[in-house]
């Protein structure tokens, strides 16, 4: 770090962190050092368990699927050329739209026409944009998103990168041509209003930089009436970057993603349309998409949403047209060396019809085939039975090619973009956990659009939550990250690791570009975040936790929520005011750390100058002990807690602390002798961020130390294989 690197770097430098970890996506390095910083940092908690079944009860293998490569996305009995197969007017019912489909508020309409130029890496494109004005009141200023125009040397974005790094980059990386992407508004037409080009004006609402052409403005000459649509003609142009930040294109594989140009969101009486930052991601309004592109003959293409039409054309190319219903972005990618696998899921319930697999596998990876089948189907069974329904009937999964990892770890609606290698042991759930969280996207940024700019911790933490619990259910709660080699390691725990590296630089709350560095905004946007909802379980319970979750899902599907929304919804379940936790915990910066500082036990006649001594078991439970604890809160983060304490006799004691004051005596007078005490017996307090002050004996005990020589072992092992691998 510090020192000049190119933004080629990506490959490696890309995948620290939890940022890069989960989006990068936790190549063999990362995940094993997380796991063995892990391992030792929980010493001083309960062992390690013996490894556990990898794969829970109920989880469908893969079934036989068909390979091939024609048409991704063209759903069975559609037609090639015309008409609009499977695709229902709204209103129609079937299982799927039964309670399934509430409707998303359909602010937008996109109709957009592209042509991919593989030779120049370029998209030249036609959008027709009509939008619905149903703020109740007239607008006459509209802002668009231009996210290409970030990989530029003097964007906000890339002085981020330079300064903090992100999840494809390190600080002071240097500037490489091929990174450079653009999008061109080449015309701009308001139906009735006329030729509106050279009105626009880039705005740089966030941070001022003149240099940044992210977000431009323009003002009609007559304002668009509360009610009343206004249409938008635009062309545009994109050169698209050597493949980074989830978009772009590898040789000949391309990620075609925030591409055209997208209308900013009217919420909460203004326009909410922030310049896009390197740890920014997106929001936008629900609508109704219309996409046609234009690629070579022998690409295989894949995308949100379902294609209508694929159309042949005499120039050695083919026209794919798709449509999609109640979303808000629109992403395609297109290569010649994909391999399609096709599959299928139903849910169990019968709370949603069949939904289609697409998996498109790049070379070299057909080993991780099985895998992907086998977790997106579990995944989608957990979110349908825990969360609610899923409503589409798709989910293309792209598996993007050797050295084009910066385009995977990402989501689109009904598309997610994984992350895999031509070896990684089955055992190191790599592919496993990038799979799981980009499809819980669907949730909690498909459907529950939240605003990543302002509250990245709603999307991105959430989702990280309901990961380390589906990944639980799925591979075992010890061994849902790590089952390989005899190490294990639980997502849970790396979530909680990423969390307390930095766990007081920035609140939850933050703006996502606003956070101290780039890992600290993944470290607290994703593993706090965590951590601070598996903290709630221990207070509100487990069950009641997943009703709130499930509540807020159906809830707030197909809208805009707030945290506020989310805390109300938490409250109003559980039936519990928790304001003093999620004042602490999501508006704060409180450290909790919990330790047991002292146990002590006086004997009552230690003013005798020759007590008798008790050395033997038989003599115990006669000589009468003033026994106490001592407890102290480290931190500023003030949590009611459990406090264990063991005598000699077996007897046992749990001790409730509010935690208010710095310190608590427990003090007890007894036949007997205080031989430990533990915070936290049930491991629920998971943001406590020094499990080994959580506990003392009376007897220095050589477990930690056998523990910590194993796991030493381990590590060496490891590392002797990686490099026999690596060579």
């Known amino acids: 770090m510090g020192h000049s690197k190119s933004v080629d770097a990506s490959e490696s430098e890309g995948r620290k962190g939890r940022e890069r970890a989960l989006r990068g996506r936790l190549v063999m390095v990362g995940i094993a050092a997380a796991a063995l910083v892990l391992l030792l940092g929980g010493a001083g908690r309960t062992p390690i368990a013996a490894r556990q079944q990898a794969v829970s009860p109920g989880v469908q293998a893969a079934s036989p699927a068909a390979t091939h490569d024609e048409n991704v996305g063209l759903k069975p009995g559609a037609k090639e050329k015309n008409g609009n197969p499977g695709l229902k007017p709204a209103g129609t019912a079937d299982a799927r739209d039964a309670g399934l489909k509430p409707g998303a508020t359909r602010v937008v309409g996109y109709q957009i026409d592209a042509r991919l130029d593989p030779a120049k890496k370029t998209v030249d494109a036609s959008e ?23 990989f530029q040397p003097t964007s906000t974005f890339m002085r981020e990168v330079r300064l903090n790094g992100t999840r494809d980059a390190g600080p002071d990386s240097k500037w490489d041509p091929k990174h450079y992407g653009a999008i061109e508004v080449k015309s701009l037409e308001v139906e009735g209003q006329g030729d509106l080009t050279k009105q626009m004006q880039f705005v740089q609402p966030d941070d001022h930089n003149s240099d940044d052409r992210t977000v431009f403005q323009v003002k009609l000459p007559r ?3 509360p009610g009343a649509d206004v249409v938008f003609k635009i062309a545009f142009h994109d050169q698209l970057p050597e493949v980074l930040e989830r978009t772009g294109y590898k040789r000949n594989f391309f990620m075609v993603a925030q591409w055209f140009p997208k209308v900013g969101v009217w919420w909460h009486g203004a326009w909410n349309c922030h310049q896009f930052h390197a740890t920014s991601e997106f929001f936008a309004d629900f609508g109704v998409f219309d996409v046609k592109a234009t690629v070579p003959d022998n690409y295989l293409v894949g995308s949100t949403g379902d294609v209508v039409s694929v159309v042949p054309n005499s120039d050695k190319t083919r026209t794919f047209t798709w449509h999609a219903e109640d979303i808000h972005d629109f992403a395609w ?12 899921w139903r849910s169990s319930s019968g709370s949603a019809g069949t939904v289609h697999i697409h998996l498109l596998l790049s070379p070299g990876h057909q080993s991780a085939r099985d895998r992907y089948l086998q977790v997106i189907k579990g995944t989608m069974d957990r979110f349908d039975k825990w969360y609610g329904p899923y409503p589409y009937d798709r989910i293309t999964l792209v598996d993007p090619p050797a050295g084009a990892a910066a385009a995977g770890g990402m989501e689109y609606p009904t598309l997610i973009t994984c992350g895999s290698s031509w070896w990684i042991p089955e055992g190191l759930r790599v592919v496993e956990l990038v799979t799981e969280h980009e499809f819980g996207h669907q949730y909690w940024y498909g459907m529950v659009a939240t605003n990543e ?12 939550y309901t990961e380390a619990k589906i990944m639980a259910s799925l591979y075992g709660d010890r061994t849902s990250a790590i089952d390989l080699w005899g190490m294990t390691a639980a997502d849970a725990d790396l979530l909680r690791r ?11 709350s933050h703006f996502a570009w606003q956070f101290m560095s780039s890992n600290a905004y993944g470290d607290i946007s994703y593993g706090k975040t965590a951590t601070v909802l598996l903290t709630l379980e221990g207070i509100i319970g487990a069950d009641t936790m997943q009703k709130a979750m499930r509540t807020y899902f159906m809830r707030y599907r197909f809208t805009h929520p707030t945290g506020t929304d989310f805390i109300k919804t938490i409250e109003e379940v559980s039936g519990r005011d928790l304001g003093w936790y999620f004042q602490q915990a999501l508006y704060g910066t409180n450290v909790l750390d919990y330790e047991v500082l002292d146990i002590r036990s006086d004997r009552a006649d230690w003013y005798v ?3 008798p001594q008790e050395k033997t078991e038989e003599k115990k439970g006669v000589t009468p002990y003033r026994d106490t604890v001592l407890v102290h809160r480290k931190g ?4 009611p807690v459990e406090v264990e304490v063991k005598f ?17 005596r427990f003090s007890y007078e007894k036949k007997a002798k205080v031989v430990s005490a533990e915070i936290d017996p049930q491991h629920t307090v998971r943001l406590d961020t020094n499990f080994f002050n959580n506990s003392q004996t009376d007897e220095a005990s050589a477990r930690a130390t056998w523990k910590l020589a194993v796991y030493w072992q381990f590590a060496v092992q490891f590392a002797g294989e990686l490099l026999a691998w690596l060579a």
Request: no cysteine.
């Open 333 to 344: 990618t297109a290569s010649p060396d994909y391999t399609l696998v096709e599959d299928s």
């Open 453 to 464: 700019f302002e509250e990245a911790w709603m999307d991105e933490g959430i989702n990280s």
């Open 609 to 611: 100058n020759d007590p």
């Open 498 to 508: 990423d969390y307390v590296s930095l766990p007081d630089t920035d609140p939850m």
């Open 128 to 150: 027709t944009l009509s939008y619905h004005n149903f703020t109740g009141e007239p607008l006459d200023t509209f802002p668009f998103h231009l996210y290409l125009n970030a």
């Open 648 to 664: 000699d006799n077996g007897e046992r004691i749990l001790e409730k602390w509010d935690g208010r004051d710095r310190w608590v």
């Open 636 to 639: 500023d983060f003030v949590m």
């Open 223 to 225: 304002p668009v009436a």
